[in-house]
T-cell receptor, first 113, second 110 residues
Framework: QQPVQSPQAVILREGEDAVINCSSS?????VHWYRQKHGEAPVFLMI?????EQKGHEKISASFNEKKQQSSLYLTASQLSYSGTYFC??????????????FGTGTRLLVSP | DTEVTQTPKHLVMGMTNKKSLKCEQH?????MYWYKQKAKKPPELMFV???????INESVPSRFSPECPNSSLLNLHLHALQPEDSALYLC?????????FGPGTRLTVL
């Protein structure tokens, strides 16, 4: 059930672009994206609620392809502050009827000067 | 107030100790969560409270006992833990979509 992210790790120079992919073997109804810096808590970036939706957050944007059961996070003109581990998350219904968030495998991003 | 607070930041305990982790939010969120995170792994859901009632228990061992005294507070009571329970314990809250995480408690079980 856990979404799989690719690549597992990426190293960029400041100003370069990157794409992080999140794929699920099950139907996706929404996709969350979080960033976690080393030693800190995950921070919410954005949520995509329907297929075809695209969102942007400064130079970070994401797309959601419901048919392909995948989402991509785009980081443009990366900054040092973008370094961290990026997690996608998908909502799955539990047996109590309550939705729970399952995080993807994670992608470690390092931006160097 | 737009943050989730957790205490303590660090905790070292023996396998026979009883301790508690505390989490607090004043954003009016009605869902609160406990996650466990091992190094270089994603957070794993442990418990979910919705409107102060336990909604999800991810088959967590009984040595972890959650409690939600009111809509702003969430506790995790620990008893007879094992060394493999050492991890970062994260609390989060939400209004139903985005989850907002506290800084976590780094727990070491000796």
């Amino acid at each position: 059930q856990q979404p799989v992210q690719s690549p597992q790790a990426v190293i960029l120079r400041e100003g370069e672009d990157a794409v992080i992919n999140c794929s699920s073997s099950k139907a996706l109804y929404s996709v969350h994206w979080y960033r976690q810096k080393h030693g800190e808590a995950p921070v919410f970036l954005m949520i995509l609620l329907k297929g075809g939706e695209q969102k942007g957050h400064e130079k970070i944007s994401a797309s959601f392809n419901e048919k392909k059961q995948q989402s991509s996070l785009y980081l443009t003109a990366s900054q040092l502050s973008y370094s961290g581990t990026y997690f996608c998350g998908t909502e799955i219904g539990g047996n109590t009827g309550f939705q729970k968030l399952v995080f993807g495998t994670g992608t470690r991003l390092l931006v160097s000067p | 107030d737009t943050e989730v607070t957790q205490t303590p930041k660090h905790l070292v305990m023996g396998m026979t100790n009883k301790k508690s982790l505390k989490c607090e939010q004043h954003m009016g969120h009605r869902a609160m969560y406990w996650y466990k995170q091992k190094a270089k792994k994603p957070p794993e859901l442990m418990f979910v409270y919705s409107y102060e009632k336990l909604s999800i228990n991810e088959s967590v061992p009984s040595r972890f006992s959650p409690e939600c005294p009111n809509s702003s507070l969430l506790n995790l009571h620990l008893h007879a833990l094992q060394p493999e329970d050492s991890a970062l314990y994260l609390c989060a809250s939400s209004l139903g979509q985005a989850e907002y995480f506290g800084p976590g408690t780094r727990l070491t079980v000796l």
